[in-house]
């Protein structure tokens, strides 16, 4: 069950105090009225009334006390009903008690004050009209039947006055009670929202972060760091005990801070981590740690290397490619002459093929070098693989080989930018069409779409019944310019994993069982949604 907002709780607490107030009102009326130094201070006119009046407003003082805690009833009709009370309980007192006006006129005050905090400005007008009307109502009665009244008039005058600017400034003093109220409560829930999110962001960080204590206790710890330090049991919060080496060098680094912590494995069979050590204050009662992988350096000294590399050879495949070309025509021109000896036209269809493989190795490095931004827009996998079977059959005949497209049952519409996709499936088919094959058979090639166990992934899979592709060799056939074919470039499938990363994909290789390869484009989650 949702508990009531912080606002409703205090008025709760408010309405329970002025209830409270009601019960003392109501017991040092019904003293007045039970005890005898009630007739010595007050001249007492109607006894019965006032004892009527007492007890009656002793009891339901009494019911509106029980009932203020319950948070079931409405604050401001509860409310109302003991403003009602209040006014009937002293009206009656007021004409029951000659020379007390003045302490009951007093009472008022309190009580129109504390329900105007509650009840609307309507409301909270209408009481102290009332209450002064009471007062105006027993000031005539006197003066008419007891002659009495022509000296209170001020009096009466005075403490109407006061119930209308009680009423306004209490009114005044809850607006803005409840705007502060309201802000403060906006305030505390856009702080939650931001701690929230501190704290997801924190936990979902590659780089490990710890905050330590002054005695290297941990008091916080992301999945990151938990992971790099060995996923120890979340009970071991000493430092010492869960990180050794760290903690040594924590306590190194505090004795001299300007020296710089050195990489360390933290446990068996971890990776080498790099630590770096901050102290938020200078009091010496935390520090964050931040661990970092080395593996995430050495992966972006690589990508920096590849990227050289990329300039580099798209550079050196520009400059290739002119010579290359009249290498290529003047073969040609050569190929053409009729006095050509038959072992002369063998050595040109050699420099023929090798300029054909070396035009194919400038394409792909050119390709690679610009390499354009991705384009991502949704669309459905199950019509986009039936039209791209289509189109490669007409592009490129197959002849007895096989190449057909497996929809999904349902639709399945991801965000992807389709000249990638049609690039990275065109490099995979090509390859199973040539090596999936066994030797004397067609190759048999199905470009299929499905969910990865009902979950929200989709998986595009480009599969052969060949002979498969060794183990040893599997682990290297991402790698840049390596091939097992005097043929090929060995940039094919390092171009179309990069595609797949552009586009927060993961192109993967799968055996499969019985013979054959599986190359598996897996679309994350929030990629994919069900159409």
């Known amino acids: 069950m949702a508990s009531a907002p912080d606002h ?9 105090f ?5 019960v003392l009102e109501a017991g040092i009326l019904a003293l007045v009225a039970f005890s005898p130094i009630g007739p010595q201070l007050l001249a007492i006119q109607q006894p019965t009334l006032l004892k009527l009046a007492a007890a009656g407003y002793l009891a ?8 203020s805690r319950q948070p079931g009833f409405r604050l401001r009709r509860q409310t109302a009903i003991g403003m009602v009370v209040d006014l009937l309980a002293l009206g009656a007192a007021l004409f029951a008690i000659d020379g007390g006006e003045s302490g009951i006129a007093m009472f008022m005050v309190f009580n129109i004050g504390a329900g105007a905090l ?9 009481f102290a009209i009332a209450a002064a009307l009471v007062l105006f109502g027993e000031y005539f009665y006197n003066r008419l039947f007891n002659d009495t009244g022509v000296a209170r008039v001020a009096e009466t005058m005075m403490f109407s006055i006061t119930y209308l600017g009680t009423a306004l400034l209490c009114q005044q003093l809850r607006r803005q009670l409840s705007e502060s109220e309201a802000l403060a409560e906006k305030r505390g829930e856009e702080l939650a929202n931001l701690s929230e999110l501190n704290e997801l962001v924190i936990r979902r960080m590659r780089t490990g972060v710890l905050v330590v204590d002054g005695g290297h206790r941990i008091r916080l710890a992301n999945e990151a760091a938990w992971t790099l330090m060995g996923t120890p049991s979340p009970e071991r919060r000493e430092l010492s005990d869960v990180a050794p080496v760290l ?7 505090r004795r001299g801070r300007g020296d710089a912590p050195k990489a360390m494995v933290m446990h068996e069979g971890g990776y080498e981590v790099l630590p770096r050590f901050v ?8 520090y964050l740690v931040f661990l970092e992988d080395s593996r995430v350096y050495s992966s972006r000294a690589e990508e920096l290397t590849l990227l050289t590399l990329g300039r580099l050879s798209a550079s050196i495949a520009h400059e290739v490619r002119n010579p290359l070309a009249a290498i290529s025509y003047a073969a040609q021109l050569l190929d053409e002459s009729e006095v050509l000896p038959e072992a002369d036209r063998r050595l040109l269809e050699i420099i023929h093929s090798q300029c054909q493989r070396m035009n194919g190795i400038v394409q792909n490095i050119l390709g690679l070098a610009r390499q354009e931004r991705t384009l991502a827009e949704p669309i459905e996998l199950g019509e986009f693989i039936r039209r791209f079977v289509e189109e490669y059959r007409q592009s490129h005949p197959l ?14 519409v991801a965000m992807v930018d389709p000249q990638h996709l049609h690039q990275v499936l065109t490099i995979l088919v090509h390859n199973a069409l040539t090596y999936g094959r066994e030797p004397g058979k067609p190759a048999q090639v199905a470009v299929t779409v499905r969910r990865e166990n009902d979950k929200p992934g989709a998986l595009l899979e480009v599969v052969d019944r060949g002979p498969g592709i060794p183990p040893t060799v599997a682990e290297r056939i991402f790698a840049p310019f390596y091939t097992t074919s005097e043929h090929g470039t060995g940039l094919g499938l390092y171009i179309a994993k990069q595609l797949c990363e552009a586009n927060q994909s993961l192109l993967s290789f799968v055996p499969v069982p ?10 994350p989650p929030e990629q994919s949604l069900a159409g």
Not at 60 to 67: E, I, K
Request: hydrophobic fraction near 40%; charged fraction near 15%.
């Open 8 to 16: 409703v709780s205090a008025q709760h607490r408010e309405l329970y």
């Open 279 to 286: 102290a938020p204050s200078q009091t010496d009662r935390l």
């Open 247 to 253: 903690n040594d060098s924590l306590w190194q680094w």
């Open 399 to 412: 002849e007895t080989d096989i190449l057909r497209g497996v929809p999904p049952y349902r639709p399945i």
């Open 60 to 67: 339901l003082s009494g019911v509106l006390l029980v009932t």
């Open 18 to 22: 002025f209830a409270l107030f009601r």
């Open 514 to 523: 019985g013979g054959g390869s599986c190359f598996r484009i897996s679309l």
């Open 118 to 126: 509650i009840l609307t400005p309507a409301a909270s007008f209408g």
